[in-house]
């Protein structure tokens, strides 16, 4: 007999909770949009443009992130810089992150006579950054300096978007070819949703959205229809099976019979993330958060999002299957 976490018959009416939850869903959202005049979105250099220096203090230096952050907030040469450290807490080696890349737009360089000083004044702020670094911390080296300017962050803004939106199109056609078009809808709306959520909660918290976030919703996406799909599957044999079972019933039994594979699935992903949230490092800890976000609310869209969707679009008051056979 196979392994169930949750036992077989168990009975849990997550269908006549959909409308709760949809209200839930529905005021994190809501919340998430009055918050962006309030505090903006916070877009990391990767995406707003920005310079990234890769620095190595010498032998002897002690050197964490907080007292780089704290000299250079005291020294008031660049404005909130992102510190993360490479490899483990005895590494001398970090990567500083701060904004001011828009000094170097390719475009006006060639454009403007003065295009050199352009250039000049985006690596004299390198050159501050780097002496108040050796006076309020120690002796250091520059291994690496990376220019990102406005206009390649506006490219990788909207292929990020591009990229959601193919991916979300091509669920939508994959869902209709392998179950039925009644099924498609609720699919694409349950990985909308999950991105929506996820990206309010950062928006919320005030985090930064980067590349390591764009590619954390591309898997969420993934995770989130692989979720759904195992549901649907499930409904959709029990839809053959059960032709006069009530809607709402049938629906609700198909979630319940899949709930231990839900349960063991979405348990071990968190346990996973959660390791490499807390002991992976600060370069992976934005996706791993991310990401554990995206796996909680796409395991709670896959039950209370795409399952009540389906209801919803067959009609409340389906007494009987009959001709709903879902197309094989």
Same mark, same amino acid.
């Given at each position: 007999m196979p392994f169930e976490l949750v036992p077989s018959g168990t009975r849990i009416d997550f269908i006549g909770r959909g409308k709760i939850c949809a209200t839930l869903s529905a005021l994190v959202i809501l919340i998430s949009l009055a918050m962006i005049p309030v505090q903006g979105i916070r877009l990391g250099v990767d995406f707003a443009g920005g310079t990234e220096m890769q620095v190595r203090f010498e032998a002897g230096v002690s050197a964490n992130e907080g007292t780089i952050r704290s000299v250079l907030a005291e020294s008031a040469v660049v404005d909130d810089p992102s510190v993360v450290r490479f490899g483990d807490v005895a590494s001398r080696e970090f990567l500083i992150k701060f904004k001011g890349g828009e000094e170097l737009d390719l475009d006006r360089v060639a454009a403007e006579p003065a295009g050199e000083d352009v250039v000049t004044a985006s690596i004299d702020r390198v050159e501050l950054v780097e002496g108040a670094l050796a006076e309020? *911390?120690?002796?250091?080296?520059?291994?690496?300096?990376? @220019?990102?300017?406005?206009? !390649?962050?506006?490219?990788?803004?909207?292929?990020?978007?591009?990229?959601?939106?193919?991916?979300?199109?091509?669920?939508? *056609?994959?869902?209709?070819?392998?179950?039925?078009?009644? @099924?498609?809808?609720?699919? !694409?709306?349950?990985?909308?949703?999950d991105l929506l959520v996820t990206a309010g909660i950062f928006v919320i918290l005030g985090l930064e959205f980067d590349l390591r976030i764009l590619a954390a919703m591309l898997a969420i996406l993934g995770y989130s229809l692989n979720d759904?799909?195992?549901?649907?599957?499930?409904i959709r044999e029990n839809m053959e099976l059960r032709t006069k079972a009530a809607l709402p019933e049938l629906l609700n039994e198909s979630v319940n019979q899949t709930l231990s594979r839900t349960v063991l699935t979405s348990g071990t992903t968190l346990t996973v993330l959660a390791c490499l949230y807390f002991l992976g490092g600060e370069v992976i800890r934005p996706f791993a958060f991310a990401m554990l976000i995206g796996v909680v609310v796409g395991t709670y869209s896959s039950i209370y999002v795409a399952a009540p969707l389906l209801l919803l679009l067959e009609g409340d008051g389906a007494e009987g299957l009959g001709r709903q056979k879902a197309a094989s």
């Open positions: 309020g *911390v120690g002796p250091l080296s520059v291994e690496r300096v990376d @220019f990102v300017g406005p206009r !390649v962050g506006r490219e990788l803004r909207s292929d990020g978007l591009l990229a959601l939106f193919w991916a979300s199109l091509a669920i939508l *056609v994959y869902v209709t070819i392998r179950f039925s078009s009644r @099924f498609a809808p609720g699919a !694409v709306v349950a990985v909308i949703h759904t799909i195992i549901i649907y599957d499930r």
